[in-house]
């Protein structure tokens, strides 16, 4: 068996080395607590950019024209308002459509008289009659781009918004500008056109129909770094990826070709499975004049829109780290607003899945605030195979948007400098109010679903206007052409060069060796997990925990403490701490986030309600009785401290926020990282984020996270619903073997610890190895405060760690007949019962781990019990939960251990929601589990 034991004063690899030393714990006095700041800590505003007071007002003079004219601004506003419904947004159909609100005689208006706009609309100093003004209203409201922006939160935004649509119709691009934008839409075209020639078979999700993206790619990344902005995060499904990776990110086509031919994009000496084409990512230096661009690519699963909080998280999460203090925060951790969050999305997808919905939901959320994103949704009027009507109830597909009051740009893909001009829009909108901003793309694909994809079948007629149209680059080439601005010979040359390179590409192909990865930047030091097991010191002296649970629960003078929570929570932990013993979980919890910030790594907890804890247990935040502010103990430890706790009381949504959660720890390797559940099972409604993410990303794309989920797991009569994290579900989602034991290169942990001291070890080694892993923790409840269940100090001593498996001291091995293998909570039912019926030959094994399967651990319990004829399973799940169906055959294959089952018979339901039956399962698992 591959076993090592290792000290973590052996091992801690230097870029992990803890930024206090360790004798500075030691040397903590114990006893005296230091002074520390204020505790105004800006209830709510923890992460948000300063609430200023709004210093906008109209001029006067405006306010005057606007009174002196109010019908013509009446007019004016409607084409504000509703001038989107009468735009020509739709390459595929002319907009027909009749727009009542934006009759003239509503408003009074008629053709006979003539009208003072002066004021009225950006750049329009004009006295003109009607005719003349609807026509300027139809140019700038009723073009190829049509903008929603009449709900904007406020006054401000709103004029701001008219102002700059008005004027951004009359800017024109640059003779430059054009020649660019028609020189990347041909390499686009090129690209998808080289891959139909070379791979006929490959899925490439072309970006045919749609190539003026490009022209937001362009002029929305060279916007924002002329605006300070040092980096870009994208979010992107499969529309267009490839086209995008090639040709403007840098990726080298022959990384591409060579996957496309079936090759691995990693070195065989790594552990992985890989991932499809249309999931391959870059990260890149782009120069943009004088100015340089970090762009990542964020690597997706084909679970559509998924990515899309993932990308806010890590946003967040290098806001966070090159924090320049743009948005303040409780405790002064400072965040940055110089990496800007790209989203793109499909239409069929955004009008439909719900994560949408949470992540916008969270766009403006305290803990979860990026500063507004980018979003572009590249709506090419059919999903799959469903025409877009089908696809949604609303007008547009963006109209999700509206919830938070996001302004939508809707614009006419065949028109790319509109296109450029909707980009500035957005991006100056952006920039000026850190708000999120939608682009709505309307194009058409040119080819079905995929390239092998008949679209014919179910869209006849789209796809016979479709079928008549030249593309978009060659009709814009021919228009630059026309006017003189390119010549066919460029044209060609274009092409021409884009394909050379392409085929010089596709000819190394077969020679590359794909690069082994390295852990670069945050991630030097950290390593791939190794194939065998580790045991990392994670205790600390009792001195030092005394002196940082008391920080843990101290509120400076002044504080209007809640009297129940004196009592019962702050002077009841001060008194265990100075008895050594008796500590509760909470406590446990405590002392390792207070050890884990005093050693130099950040803390990072979120869920719904976690500051004060869904059982009351927690208290990691006080609020001030009279003042209702907050304060988090664990912010003000010492005046030097430079890490922090970063309590994340949630909305209420599990899919977003695990995946910004996830998104966040990959990007941040020395922040611990917790998501709580409120109860266990609410995971499911996060099980995207858990399958395509959090168990496999390391296993498709070598990305490291080190989450943990903590899931409030027990039967305790409380029904169907919270009574099961549905443990079974993530063992089976792991890859521990049956037949040979594990090392810590498993997918993911997952532990059931059954006492403070565990869980303190198990938070703690979560960021003192070097490597990280997902931890699920199916947590407690009804044992956080269960007398049986507490530690001591010296269960957290130095040279103390998590113990894989805890043995039963109780018994003496020699008159034990029977064993019972336990985990989690039900073994403290289990010793309750035995005690009651007087037994004294049974043992009660915990398995505290289930995955790493803990073989050697089991096997050195086994072999002090050479008298026990009968070994049992003991579970309060049914038989197809719990951990049963997994533990059994590694019982039987690495522990050549046969054992009988006690638990709950199958169930299609995870508890039932009748006390009087709870009861009775619950005698029938004890008579079987101690009559056996
Ligand atoms: C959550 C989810 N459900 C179903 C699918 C299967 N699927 C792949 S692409 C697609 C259509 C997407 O349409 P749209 O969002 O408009 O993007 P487009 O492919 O048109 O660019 C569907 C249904 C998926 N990938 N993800």
Redesign the pocket.
């Known amino acids: 068996m591959n076993y090592l034991l290792r000290q973590l004063s052996a091992v801690r690899p230097q870029a992990l080395q803890p930024r206090l030393p360790r004798t500075n714990l030691l040397t903590c006095p114990g006893a005296t607590l230091c002074p520390v700041r204020g505790y105004k800590s800006l209830r709510g505003v923890y992460g948000y950019k300063p609430v200023e007071p709004n210093p906008f007002s109209l001029p006067e003079v405006v306010i005057q024209q606007r009174a002196e004219e109010s019908n013509v601004f009446r007019f004016i506003s409607a084409y504000r308002e509703f001038g989107h419904l009468k735009a020509n947004i739709n390459p595929l159909a002319p907009n027909t459509r009749l727009v009542p609100e934006l009759e003239p005689q509503k408003y009074g208006l008629t053709s006979d008289k003539t009208y003072t706009i002066k004021g009225l609309v950006a750049g329009c100093e004009e006295t003109c009659t009607l005719e003349l003004l609807q026509d300027i209203l139809n140019q700038k409201y009723c073009g190829h781009i049509g903008a929603e922006f009449s709900y904007l939160p406020t006054e401000e935004e709103r004029e701001w918004f008219a102002t700059a649509l008005e004027t951004t119709s009359k800017e024109a691009l640059t003779t430059e500008e054009r020649i660019k934008l028609a020189r990347d839409m041909l390499r686009s075209q090129t690209f998808d056109n080289f891959l139909a020639t070379k791979f006929q078979s490959v899925k490439r999700?072309g970006g045919e129909g749609?190539e003026s993206m490009v022209g937001f790619f362009t002029e929305a990344f060279k916007n924002i770094a002329q605006d300070g902005v040092e980096q870009a995060m994208i979010a992107i499904?499969?529309?267009?990826r490839l086209n995008l990776l090639t040709g403007i990110l840098q990726y080298p086509p022959v990384v591409m070709f060579q996957k496309m031919k079936g090759l691995p994009e990693f070195p065989p000496e790594v552990k992985f499975t890989g991932d499809v084409l249309s999931h391959l990512v870059n990260s890149v230096d782009l120069e943009m004049g004088e100015h340089t661009l970090h762009v990542t690519m964020l690597p997706n699963p084909?679970?559509?829109?998924?990515v899309n909080p993932v990308g806010c998280g890590k946003t967040r999460a290098r806001q966070r780290s090159l924090g320049d203090g743009c948005f303040s925060s409780e405790a002064s951790a400072r965040q940055s607003d110089k990496v800007v969050c790209i989203q793109v999305?499909?239409?069929?997808?955004?009008?439909?899945?719900g994560i949408m919905q949470e992540t916008l939901a969270l766009s403006e959320a305290p803990h979860f605030t990026i500063g507004g994103a980018l979003h572009i949704s590249?709506?090419?009027q059919?999903?799959?195979t469903?025409p877009?009507e089908r696809?949604r109830s609303s007008t547009y597909?963006t109209d999700i948007a509206k919830m938070c009051s996001m302004p939508v740009i809707h614009v006419n893909g065949d028109d790319p400098e509109a296109v450029v001009k909707a980009a500035r829009l957005a991006v100056q909108y952006q920039r000026k109010f850190r708000r999120d901003v939608f682009i709505d793309l309307v194009c058409w694909?040119r080819w079905g679903?995929n390239e092998l994809d008949n679209p014919r079948f179910t869209n006849p007629s789209m796809y016979a206007n479709i079928d008549s149209r030249r593309s978009v680059p060659d009709t814009y080439a021919d228009a630059l052409v026309s006017e003189g601005v390119l010549t066919q010979g460029d044209v060609t040359k274009f092409v021409n060069d884009h394909m050379s390179f392409l085929a010089e590409q596709y000819k190394l192909a077969d020679s590359y060796v794909p690069k082994a990865p390295h852990f670069k930047k945050q991630w030097s030091g950290l390593v791939q997990a190794p194939g065998s097991i580790e045991v990392w010191d994670t205790g600390i002296d009792a001195a030092s925990l005394k002196y940082l649970g008391a920080k843990s629960v101290h509120v400076p003078e002044g504080f209007n403490m809640h009297k129940h929570l004196k009592k019962t929570h702050i002077d009841t932990r001060l008194q265990k701490l100075t008895d050594g013993r008796g500590m509760d979980w909470a406590t446990g919890e405590a002392l390792a986030m207070a050890s884990l910030l005093h050693q130099g790594f950040n803390i990072r907890f979120c869920g719904q309600d976690v500051g004060r804890g869904t059982f009351s247990q927690r208290h990691c935040m006080f609020v001030d009785q009279v003042s209702d502010e907050m304060y988090i103990p664990l912010n003000h430890m010492s005046e030097t401290q430079t890490n922090h706790l970063e309590v994340v009381n949630s909305i209420l949504s599990e899919e977003a926020v695990l995946g910004f959660e996830y998104g966040f720890s990959v990007e941040s390797p020395n922040t611990l990282c917790i998501w709580e559940a409120q109860f266990g099972d609410f995971f499911n409604g996060a099980q995207?984020i858990i399958d395509t993410f959090l168990s496999s990303g390391e296993r498709k794309w070598l990305t490291q996270s080190g989450l943990v989920m903590v899931l409030p797991h027990g039967y305790d009569g409380a029904g169907p619903e919270h009574s099961s994290c549905h443990i079974e579900r993530f063992l089976q989602n792991c890859d521990s073997s049956e037949t040979s034991p594990d090392g810590e290169d498993v997918n993911w942990g997952i532990v059931n610890p059954t006492t403070p001291a565990q869980y303190f070890h198990l938070l703690r080694r979560q960021v003192m190895r070097n490597y990280r892993k997902p931890l699920i923790i199916a947590g407690p409840k009804m044992i956080l405060r269960l007398p049986a269940a507490t530690s001591s100090l010296e269960d957290m001593a130095p040279g103390t760690h998590f113990l894989p498996v805890l043995g039963d001291k109780s018994v003496s091995p020699d008159s034990v007949r029977k064993v019972i293998f336990v985990s989690g909570k039900h073994y403290y039912a289990l010793v309750s019962e035995r005690e009651a019926r007087g037994i004294s030959d049974t043992a009660i094994i915990r398995l505290e781990s289930l995955c790493p399967f803990p073989t050697k651990e089991i096997n050195d319990e086994l072999i002090k019990y050479k008298k026990a004829k009968t070994l049992v399973w003991s579970q309060e799940e049914h038989r197809n939960m719990g951990a049963w169906t997994f533990v059994h055959p590694r019982f039987e294959n690495l522990c050549s251990t046969k054992l009988l089952y006690a638990g709950r018979d199958v169930s299609g339901v995870a508890a039932v929601g009748v006390g009087q039956l709870h009861k009775q399962e619950i005698q029938a698992i004890m008579d079987k589990t101690f009559n056996h």
């Open positions: 999700y749609a499904a499969h529309r267009g084909s679970h559509l829109e998924a999305h499909g239409d069929a997808a955004l009008g439909g899945q590249i709506n090419n059919v999903g799959y469903t877009g696809t597909c694909r679903h995207i």
